[in-house]
């Protein structure tokens, strides 16, 4: 379901240098595995469906080229 809203998010979270993108992620994953979605489940057990969208599966994948990336660089500052 995409929004104007939505779009405006995805739009401003893409300006957001990586180490902010992923903080925020941190948070919303936080705030959603602690609020109960509406239909009376737990986020963990909606996640398995929208895994399942290929969709989903591209943009993760780049999520995590794009990290494995940044989190590789951390390591060479250890």
């Avoid at 903080?23 to 929208?50: C, F, I, K, T, Y």
């Amino acid at each position: 379901m995409a929004t104007p809203a939505l779009h405006d998010i995805e739009t401003q979270f893409a300006h957001l240098p990586a180490a902010e993108q992923l903080a925020l992620l941190e948070r919303l994953v936080h705030q959603m595995r602690s609020v109960p979605v509406a239909n009376g489940h737990h986020a963990d057990r909606v996640l398995p469906v929208e895994t399942a969208d290929p969709r989903f599966r591209r943009e993760w994948d780049s999520v995590n080229v794009d990290f494995r990336a940044s989190g590789s660089d951390l390591l060479s500052e250890a």
